[in-house]
């Protein structure tokens, strides 16, 4: 059994040695913080603050995703009236007969 192996079963709670792993005391189960009321003013804050993290896309990044979008979109858009089109027309042939 290498280091890793060890070190991993460690982690688990597992002892390599083929021992029980030695008991933790148990701590108290802590109360939860109480909560704050609702505040319109400290939400948009922290909303404003969330924004500034943003890594907003430049302008030409906006342009080529939406070039990619709309190409992609009309691409399908004429696949799936074609497939449409080809089975309607094979739907029709086969029961006019």
Do not use: C
Request: proline share 8%.
């Amino acid at each position: 059994m290498n280091r890793e192996t060890k070190r991993m079963m460690q982690r688990q709670g597992q002892d390599p040695e083929g021992e029980a792993p030695p008991r933790r005391a148990q701590q108290p189960a802590r109360r939860p913080a109480k909560r704050e009321p609702f505040s319109p003013r400290r939400f948009s804050h922290e909303v404003r603050q969330e924004l500034r993290q943003v890594a907003w896309p430049s302008r030409a990044e906006v342009i080529n995703y939406t070039t990619v979008t709309l190409a992609t979109l009309v691409l399908l858009i004429v696949l799936i009236f074609l497939l449409n089109f080809g089975f309607s027309k094979a739907i029709f042939w086969l029961f006019a007969s």
